[in-house]
């Protein structure tokens, strides 16, 4: 699915989107925001990256967030 997203510096990019119900929070892939050039801001409080099963997806911090807007089908958040 494709998903249009707005940056905070106005600009509208056309994202490949995958979409997972039961994920607790919204992920965008590093290769995207380095790709399309999408400023990132730090965390306060970086977090761990855990799997369903409740063990810890390898060493993976999330230390960063991208503020922006996801509109599909005329839904935004």
Not at 2 to 27: E, P, Q, W
């Amino acid at each position: 699915m494709y998903l249009t997203i707005k940056t905070k510096d106005g600009r509208k990019l056309k994202v490949k989107a995958l979409i997972n119900f039961g994920c607790t929070n919204t992920t965008i892939a590093r290769k995207t925001v380095e790709e399309k050039g999408i400023p990132t801001k730090l965390l306060p409080k970086p977090f761990d990256v855990y799997n369903s099963d409740g063990s810890r997806n390898g060493e993976k911090t999330i230390k960063e967030f991208v503020p922006l807007e996801i509109n599909s089908n005329r839904h935004i958040e």
